[in-house]
């Protein structure tokens, strides 16, 4: 056996209020897809951050090649061939996708960067992984899992000896993903050492060697992956058992809560209709590129309409902004929500009232009491892991930031719910929690659109199911006839038939 490239000892990390690390030690040798689990919270994106430079140990230390480092920065992480792609997107939406690539490391020509060489690294880099949007393309005009997809070339483009790859698949269709593992595959036959991170167990077993799991900061166990299970590891992670199936009570009641007809969004999706009753989960299943976020976005007045009703409570509705869709009783859940759904600077408190502001605003400023007895009654009743109600947002887990996306739609007493990939990069104990909230939501007459990739998720908590594909919906399934197969065969109807095309 190897010995290790890069092992991490003792190391230990604390912000403010939070243990993040504890004495945590660990080894990944050339060769090895080391996979590294945990709840939201565990310290994995700490811990690896640690290894990368991008944050500094309070005590411990990093061997790379028998060199032991108190602290690496970023430039000794590039210098010693360890490259990391994080789960939330590191790059910079006005900049080129060969520009973000290469930032760092342009290729260059008497002292001004080479563009002509820039873009054909790029594009050599792109064919890959059969990417196909051009070069010069600014970042901000790709959807999440082309972000993605740039980010995973963003790391490749140096020379790596280690690979961490944090959440990679998220956002990412099954050839994608399929794709990802077999350069995963390439690189460890070339020796390099690739340590993985995603809640996704289906993925552990697959693609991994050997499980490090965390939990509270700390070592919790160590598993060989040919000789354990997902329960196994899901037991090792939350300290417990638990059932793996996700299932839902129906609460659907006969009022129609909400209709659409004939709702379009030029370029986007077309002659969109449904009902959503009181209490209901629908649930909204589809390829990526389907039009599912888009539809959400229309509906929450965040994307324009170009055709279609939309009537709440039978009264005929145009929301023409967010602030117009929480007026009228909706909440939304964006698939980004750091960059969407959340303001990681300020508070807990803060981003749990920013939907309802104006109540909490007196004649000299903000009630900050009332607002931290609202926040702290929605923080309990969400299970928030916080120190208090004045922690940055920036500084929790994935888990708790969505717990508090979901909190403050709560707070709001937002009848019609817009959850799109509520469950997306968090734990198995954090979904199950998010699972409960929509349970206890819908049987108080709170009603849900549902968008996930995770068909078992989709199957298990909805009550209906509409799929989309290429624009279009194309069908909606009672609970009791929805299976996997036969969603996917309609999320493939339109695109297999070649048409491409979505009308104004």
């Known amino acids: 056996m190897p010995d290790a490239v890069a092992t991490l000892r003792n190391i230990c990390k604390t912000y403010p209020g939070v243990k993040a690390l504890d004495n ?240 379009s969004s030029k370029g986007l999706f077309s002659d969109v209709s449904f009902d959503l009753r009181e209490g209901e989960v629908l649930g909204l299943s589809g390829l990526v590129g389907a039009g599912r976020s888009d539809l959400l976005s229309c509906l929450f007045g965040a994307t324009r309409r170009s055709a279609g009703t939309v009537r709440m409570d039978g009264a005929e509705i145009h929301p023409k902004s967010p602030r117009e869709a929480i007026a009228h009783g909706m909440g939304l859940v964006p698939e980004e929500r750091r960059a969407d759904g959340l303001v990681l600077d300020r508070s807990v408190a803060e981003n749990m009232a920013y939907p309802q502001l104006d109540r909490f605003v007196g004649p000299s400023g903000l009630r900050w009491s009332k607002l931290k007895a609202m926040s702290s009654q929605i923080s309990e009743r969400m299970r928030l892991r916080t120190p208090s109600q004045d922690q940055r947002v920036g500084l929790l887990s994935g888990g708790n930031q969505q717990k508090i996306v979901i909190g403050k739609w709560i707070a709001a007493g937002a009848r019609v719910l817009l959850l799109d990939e509520p469950t997306r990069g968090i734990d198995v104990n954090a979904k199950r929690e998010i699972y409960g909230l929509i349970e206890e939501l819908t049987a108080t007459g709170v009603s849900v659109i549902l968008v996930s990739s995770e068909l078992p998720e989709v199957l298990g908590l909805s009550d209906r199911i509409a799929v989309m594909s290429a624009g279009q919906m194309v069908a909606i399934l009672d609970r009791d006839e929805a299976t996997q197969i036969n969603i996917m065969e309609h999320a493939f109807s339109r695109v297999s038939a070649g048409n491409g095309g979505i009308a104004a």
């Open 24 to 263: 945590v030690s660990l080894a990944v040798r050339p060769g090895e897809v080391l996979c590294l689990l945990g709840e939201n919270g565990a310290g994995k994106s700490t811990l690896m951050r640690c290894l990368t430079g991008a944050e500094m140990p309070d005590s411990g230390e990093i061997v790379i090649d028998g060199t032991a480092y108190t602290a690496l920065s970023a430039t000794d992480g590039h210098a010693l061939g360890i490259g990391m792609i994080y789960q939330e997107s590191s790059l910079v939406p006005a900049m080129s996708v060969a520009e973000n690539i290469f930032l760092g490391h342009e290729p260059s020509s008497g002292g001004m960067v080479n563009r002509r060489d820039l873009e054909a690294r790029a594009v050599e880099l792109m064919q890959r992984f059969d990417l196909r949007f051009p070069p010069d393309l600014p970042v901000r005009k790709l959807g999440p899992a082309q972000q993605q997809l740039v980010q995973i070339l963003k790391a490749l483009s140096r020379d790596l000896r280690i690979l961490v790859m944090d959440e990679p698949t998220a956002a990412l269709t099954q050839r994608e993903i399929e794709h990802l593992f077999e350069l995963v595959r390439t690189f460890r036959k070339d020796g390099i050492a690739i340590i993985y991170i995603s809640h996704r167990l289906e993925e552990i077993l697959e693609i991994g060697d050997r499980a490090v799991i965390l939990r509270d900061g700390a070592f919790a166990a160590e598993r060989k992956i040919s000789e354990t299970t997902e329960a196994q590891l899901i037991a090792d992670m939350v300290g417990r058992n638990l059932d793996g199936k996700v299932s839902k009570k129906s609460h659907t009641g006969d009022k129609v809560v909400l209709s659409v007809e004939g709702l």
